[in-house]
């Protein structure tokens, strides 16, 4: 079974700043997608980016990044020039064929103006 | 494009008592899945379904829980009786089908159900 790890339950970062939150795996597949999610107040889950494991090019969606170390298991999402509106839980998620998708705990990530 | 909608938002029951959430996905979407999100979890996958056929639920509690989607569309899922430890937001969300190539879920906003 797969395994997702958000080893950092809360997260701050001054608004304009930069902050990566972590995330680590376990699976013995080579062939799988992962995922960050943003879960606002409001609780309407929005996919933030998404990364295949056969790419060796970390994603990129505008302020959003990745840092996918695939022989570490480790897929980190970082926020460039924070803004409030980026206060949310964050969720770190697995997902390989035949298998369901599977979410870390998530970190709540604080942005103060 | 409207998104995934869910009812009620809040529910507020006893233990024992029964109570059912209502989910219409995202028009032609194919696939349709329930979570179920503990206070300070993650969301965790209770079932999914193709169509109106079930592909995977492994982990819904079957002793209390039930879900169907007649007709491929709206779908359903009751919980007969509740439990204190079923207290959690319950989520729906739809893609347009399943496997690979990996199509997105998209979520609705969310049932929240306090059992007392």
Known sequence: AQTVTQSQPEMSVQEAETVTLSCTYDTSESDYYLFWYKQPPSRQMILVIRQEAYKQQNATENRFSVNFQKAAKSFSLKISDSQLGDAAMYFCAFYNAGNMLTFGGGTRLMVKP | ?116
């Open chain 2, 1 to 116: 494009e409207a998104g995934v909608a869910q009812s009620p938002r809040y529910k507020i029951i006893e233990k024992r008592q029964s109570v059912a959430f209502w989910c219409n996905p995202i028009s032609g979407h194919a696939t349709l899945y329930w979570y179920q999100q503990i206070l300070g979890q993650g969301p965790k996958l209770l079932i999914q379904f193709q169509n109106n056929g079930v592909v995977d639920d492994s982990q819904l509690p079957k002793d209390r829980f039930s879900a169907e989607r007649l007709k491929g569309v709206d779908s359903t899922l009751k919980i007969q009786p509740a439990k204190l430890e079923d207290s959690a937001v319950y989520l729906c969300a739809s893609s347009l089908d399943t496997g690979i190539p990996l199509y997105e879920q998209y979520f609705g906003p969310g049932t929240r159900l306090t059992v007392t």
